[in-house]
């Protein structure tokens, strides 16, 4: 059954002293994101909420030992590669036929054919949701045997160095998500009766406003912690759907349109922009974990790409923005521009950890100061 | 092409969005001092050579200049991805000579050097552009101030051990257009920075310079505020105030000097005070160079001076990290960051450098569509600031060159220390700023970054240095 969520008005102090003993505990050494939630009282659900922080995200990428199974014909070329490929010659030339030639189809990509080959990820297999609804002939089967897996952008960046389990840009994008305030990622449910099963939650997107409480191997991150909701600079990153809740997983409505902070470099504040996105978590009172997954939308991506993570970085990973920018294009499989017909978005998969977190609203700030 | 599409289907919007925020106030004074206002940084007299002075300026604070008033440069040792640039701190050596660059190092990754530069026709020598302090043959050091080797054997001043040089970009007294230290930020080629006297400020205090101002920071990095309501001389911040805010505390030994004063708080307990007002940090601040503390009714940071206002058809714009300045319409400002790849590092980011640095980024080469995702800021004729920063300049929008008197297809356009300003055609809404980080190295080596007023969640160091963070 759903509520409208009901705040609560002692969250701050319920909120402090959790943090007091969560850091107590990390000082210990003793915590970790599998260890119970630290507030008075035994529940993370308060008045039908629990919210939760994101600490892991990685865009889902299946893969196979030496990635034989995916990419036969290796990895693709990055910008230094097909820079040598394209003036590597030796012939006397200018930085405008070459350098900012180069960086002038990075930031204005388009669909004209290039010299170099793109090697799409092969095979069948892949993480992701069934957003359409349907089993096609270009789906994916997952893992554990779910057909009709939505995943086209998996193709584009499979067999792309940069976004495999060991690339840099999933290392960055890690850090700087933990490191920044501003790439604070937070959901809150409400309406919640029971987190092993509720037929209907509300389900909140947010901006938070505060570190993660990370533990002492820095790479572990302790529930319990609070998280003030950014609503002054962050308007645009609120979102809202429903969900429910079935044998402890979370699964929600879709969401039309949705802009996620996500951030790959100091200096800089991107985000990516979602169609139809939905959550798939096992949500616990500690955290929730499992797949994010919607339509990206190419050219907010490329943006996002280009604007967080230059060329030069995107070169670590052998990632050639141009040349991805038209896989994108061509595999899109979704949303559609009404005049011209072309796909404006790709199917995608966010593979996905939070940790629970107690979610500060302003009004809760007011009303705590009041008290 | 995607992006110009996406530009164009946004024009209508972004029209209307436009219409709805005319009516937005102009530029507040929060972020700016009035130009009536004679708040000036004091500074701490240091030996100078002969001929040298300090002149005040509206960005930079107190700046040494030579005996004309043209501002005094130094180019200090920094390394870039592939390689370092500069003057190395007391080699007694001075490395920007009259050689003509022609080349590209490949300093900057991923690009390799050895390609041509632009327009070698009209480039200069580094010591062109920068032309160096020379000093007399028997001149002798003097405080911080020594000597250095030029390459061609003339011997030039040097401050802090890094030779001294002026800019071909000053013309007046009080310019400060070849660098900045307010106006910095990400991985920029090596850039020269204007150098001065220390400021006036008691050990436990620092400065730090702010696109808007210079502002008061703890020894720790974090922001100084006031009160309005404490009295001169008096704080009134007890009791539960003191729990949000910490009094900056003065030692025993702390004098009354200049502007500084100390108000004792109880017996024994001294804190520090500015023209007469006492000094807090806030217990809230996460971060260094906060602003947030000004968010609090009746609580301002601490400037020893500011900007003055920019041209008041100007808006100030919530965005998604803080504040932006806006167009009339609401629409995010931005300025352009160039150098080049030259072992000189020259800067490309005014209508006298080459252009094709920009048009890469903006157009790929067409100025059509420069015109489209980074149009300029159209300027009234005649239209002025109250900040000399802030200027109208004439320019040819096919070539990015300033314009001949009369020149037909001139655009009349507000710049910033003497660089057009633009909006992104990409940004729907006020405060929207799609545009920050466009161009290489996230817009900070050839690109386009967003004028930030405030920034709430990188400590305000949007626009400064990527290294340069607390």
Known sequence: MNREATRQPGGAAIARSAIGAAVALALLGAGSAGAAPLQEGGSAVRNGNIGYVLTHKVWSVYETEGAKTECPQGFNDGPREQFKQMYGDGKKRSIVETALKREGKQWHPSTTPEPFKFKEAQGNTSYGLNLDGKVGPNDFTSPDGEKGIDNQLYRVIGCIGNYRTMGTINHFEQLFMRSYNDARVVIELSGVDDLVNDNDVTVHFYRGGDQLLQDATGEGFIPGGTQNIDVRWGKQFISQTKGKIVDGV??????????????????????????????????????AEGLIAGYADIDAFIHQLNTSWSTHHQSYGQLSSPSEYRAMRRLADGYPDPKTGENTAISSSVSVKFVQVFVQHPEDQVITAKK | MRLRRMIRGLLGATLLAGVAVVAQAAPQGEFWQSKDSTDKEAYLKVPMPPGVQVVDTELEGPVFATAEGKTLYTWPLSGLRSGQAGDRRNSGEATCDDTVYTETTGFMSPYPGGFTLPELDKRK??????????????????????????????????????????????????????????????????????????????PELAIQPMRTGHMLLDHKGYSVYSSDADEPGKSNCVDKCLEDWIPVLAPQTAKVSGEWSVIERTSGVKQWAYRGKALYTHAQDQRGRSMEGSDVPGWRNVFTQRALLPPAEFTVQDSHLGQVLADANGKTLYTYQCNDDAKDQQSCDSPDSPQVYRMAICGNFDPKVCQETFPYVPAKPGATADSPLWTVISIDPNTGHLAEAGQPGAMQVWAYRERPVYTHGGDKQPGDAEGDNFGEFNGARNGFRAYWLRDDFHGNSLGRSATDRR
């Open chain 1, 250 to 287: 979370l699964t929600t409505e879709p969401i039309d349109t949705i802009r996620i902070p996500w951030v790959s470099t100091f200096g800089t504040s991107a985000y990516h922009v979602f169609r139809g996105l939905r959550l798939n978590l096992k949500v616990s009172e500690t955290g």
């Open chain 2, 125 to 202: 020598s580094c010591e062109q552009v920068w032309p160096p302090l020379l000093a007399p043959a028997d001149a002798k050091p003097v405080g911080k101030w020594t000597i250095a080797k030029r390459t061609n054997g003339q011997t030039q001043w040097a401050y802090d051990g890094y030779p001294v040089y002026t800019s071909d970009r000053d013309r007046e007294k009080g310019d400060v257009l070849g660098g900045s230290n307010a106006v910095v930020g990400g991985e920029r080629g090596v850039v020269r920075r204007p150098i001065g006297p220390p400021a006036d400020v008691p």
